[in-house]
């Protein structure tokens, strides 16, 4: 089992920026890669970033591309969402998630991660 639980989230104005928390424990090391995903209401839940623990490789969704970054730290089972730039659309509850993936290519795959945390609010005013 592995237990994940976000922090971070709030009410920011547009351009401004947050730092989302996602800390990890139980059997981390049973999964490769953590990921962060959003759902805003009546939207499906929806890739964000993801990043693999050995190695660090990541990716991004378009749509946070160059505005956000995800970092691990793999001595504490933490992870991490910089959200820089943020916009009235990033507005939604983002949800850490641990999973298995041969190659991080796959990461986006919400079939890919079988452990959630709870999820923060995200709220980005105009």
């Known amino acids: 089992q592995v237990q994940l639980v976000e922090s971070g989230g709030g009410l920011v104005q547009a351009g401004g920026s947050l730092r989302l928390s996602c800390a990890a424990s139980g059997r981390t090391f049973s999964r490769n890669v953590m990921g962060w995903f959003r759902q805003a209401p009546g939207n499906e839940r929806e890739f964000v970033a993801a990043i693999v623990w050995s190695g660090g490789t990541s990716r991004y969704a378009d749509s946070v591309n160059g505005r956000f970054t995800i970092s691990r730290d793999n001595a504490n089972a933490m992870v991490y969402l910089q959200m820089n730039s943020l916009k009235p659309e990033d507005t939604a509850v983002y949800y850490c998630?641990?999973?298995?993936?041969?190659?991080?290519?796959?990461?986006?795959?919400?079939?890919?991660?079988?452990?959630w945390g709870q999820g923060t609010q995200v709220t980005v005013s105009s």
């Open positions: 998630a641990a999973g298995q993936v041969s190659s991080v290519s796959y990461s986006d795959r919400l079939g890919k991660y079988d452990y």
